[in-house]
């Protein structure tokens, strides 16, 4: 394969470079500038970098091959590899389709990870790929809490948004209590009203000085696709809605990238309020291998995006600082190189999933018998009493119309599951439009019962968020029709979550719509 024009111009820049500019620095000292970063850190970032380029050229390769089926990379974003260091692997992540830099980073907060021979493995759909199992090519890792995603654009940003929500609602929970969460996307997909919805959720619930500890990372290329972003538009649009929370970097600056991302986090995980990083990225070789870039870009234009090669920068930082010199940086080029090429060559060798029962192994089972156990369970006896307390059991009642018994089942069920959570329009205070959920947040307290805005897709996306968390979340939607505008999020998103990680991560929830229950013929409104 003929080397590429990022390869050529880093080859260019090595070859230009003196042997040894500055005497060599101890590694392990703290680097000048960069808050809490050695040496160390940075040769292992470009590591990182340089191994998410080597997988996308792998990609390709494979692709001509007709063994490999994903050609989207990561080249020019390689500046979220910084994310991956100052994350941790217990602030659950939604990432971007961009970040093979950020996830082979992450990867070394746990030596049981291989992250290029898992990403190739999805590359291939080989049944072995450890998260979707060659269902789908997804970032994603139980062990780094991240959460594999669909390529809707935006989807991911009302969940993401929904785990902030019910991390700052505490309870019982699978991560510590000063996590974050991370949300990576593009500047086109900051656009869409998915995005915008997510957003909105975030601003109302910290306008309320409730905490939702997200942090929003738009890694900006200037394109979506082909339709190029107007400059400025992103930090115009947001910046003002996030105020000091608002962090810009360039993304490939290494430097830059660490500094501000490092102040970003640290603002995110000690003040717990909503948090937007900027990352100014460039996007190289195309949006995937099938794209042909200079049918709508000039051959200006793609080399000026060519000279701003985050791993141009990062090389040219070591020399600088004496961290390496050319030699050291080509034997890590050249590493990677061969640890990619090798680690490709075993897993085309892989099995991929082989029959339908295969592909449809990880989806949830209906379990009839696990049913009929849990229908007739006894042990809540002493629960219920309590929680009807001098009103006495229900049964032992006269018979009421539907809406109260259906609001004597969920009593019993909130008594019964702590995890239960009840939200949804109206469903806390007036007790729901259609009076079902009267008197249910003054028996078991706002942080189970609550009210939310009037937006379906946030709704579904707290309710995602809460379930990854392990609450059993009970939202509501009003009415039939108002599900249509959040479809996506219940059809796409939370039905696919089992499925695309092997049931690694699950979000388990019991939706409630008054369908049809309102005016004759109107549409479930």
């Known amino acids: 394969m003929s080397a590429t024009a990022p390869e050529r111009r880093l080859e260019a820049l090595l070859d230009a470079a003196p042997a040894q500019r500055h005497a060599p620095v101890d590694p392990t000292t703290p680097v000048t500038g960069l808050p809490g970063a050695r040496g160390t850190d940075l040769i292992e970032l470009f590591e990182s970098q340089l191994l998410s380029r080597e997988l996308d050229y792998a990609a390709r390769a494979l692709r001509r091959r007709d063994i490999g089926y994903y050609t989207i990379g990561s080249a020019g974003h390689e500046g979220n590899v910084v994310l991956g260091r100052l994350s941790r692997p217990t602030d659950p992540a939604f990432l971007h389709y961009r970040s093979g830099a950020l996830v ?6 746990d030596p049981t990870v291989d992250g290029v021979r898992d990403t190739l493995l999805g590359m291939v759909a080989s049944r072995e790929e450890p998260m979707a199992g060659g269902r789908h090519k997804v970032w994603g890792s139980a062990p780094l809490w991240i959460v594999p995603q669909t390529s809707t654009i935006a989807s991911h940003l009302p969940k993401a948004v929904g785990t902030a929500v019910a991390l700052g609602r505490g309870g019982t929970l699978p991560v510590p209590r000063d996590s974050i969460v991370l949300c990576s996307f593009g500047d086109a997909s900051a656009n869409h009203s998915t995005a915008v919805g997510a957003f909105n959720m975030a601003a109302w619930t910290a306008y309320q000085q409730l905490p939702i500890p997200v942090l929003f990372v738009c890694e900006d290329n200037g394109l979506g696709i082909s339709v190029p972003t107007p400059g400025g538009w ?8 996030f105020g000091d929370a608002w962090f810009s970097a360039d993304g490939c600056d290494l430097a830059d990238a660490w500094r501000v991302a490092a102040a970003a986090v640290d603002h995110c995980r000690r003040t717990r309020r909503p948090t937007f990083l900027h990352l100014s990225v460039v996007r190289l070789l195309g949006h995937a291998g099938s794209d042909v870039e200079t049918a ?3 051959v ?6 060519e000279v701003r090669d985050p ?16 030699a050291g940086i080509r034997a890590l080029w050249t590493a990677a190189r061969e640890r990619v090429a090798v680690t490709a060559e075993v897993v085309v060798t892989s099995p991929p999933l082989a029959s339908r029962d295969e592909v449809m192994a990880s989806l949830a089972p209906h379990r009839s018998d696990a049913v009929a156990r849990e229908a007739v369970r006894d042990d809540g006896g002493a629960v219920r009493e309590r929680a009807w307390g001098d009103a006495g059991l229900p049964e032992n009642g006269p018979p009421r119309h539907l809406a109260v018994q259906i609001n004597r089942a969920l009593t019993d069920l909130l008594a019964q599951y702590p995890e239960v959570l009840l939200f949804g329009e109206d469903v806390a205070r007036k007790g729901g439009v259609d009076h079902v959920t009267p008197g249910l947040q003054a028996r ?13 897709q946030s709704i579904l996306g707290v309710a995602q968020g809460a379930a990854l968390l392990g609450a059993l979340p009970f939202p509501e939607i009003q009415y039939l029709a108002y599900l249509h505008n959040a479809i996506d ?19 388990p929830m019991v ?9 004759k013929g109107f549409g479930g409104h």
């Open 104 to 109: 082979l980073e992450r990867g070394r907060h």
């Open 234 to 241: 992103i930090a115009h649009r947001l910046r003002s809605q």
């Open 296 to 298: 709508y870009r000039t």
């Open 300 to 305: 200006d234009a793609i080399a000026a995006d």
């Open 311 to 326: 791993l141009l920068g990062t090389a040219h930082l070591l020399l600088e600082r004496g961290l390496l010199n050319v």
């Open 444 to 456: 078991f307290g706002p942080r189970r019962v609550f009210d939310t805005l009037l937006d379906e």
């Open 489 to 507: 999020q219940l059809r796409g998103e939370a039905a696919s979550l089992q499925f695309f990680s092997q049931g690694q991560f699950r979000n």
């Open 511 to 519: 939706l409630r719509i008054a369908g049809l229950g309102y005016q």
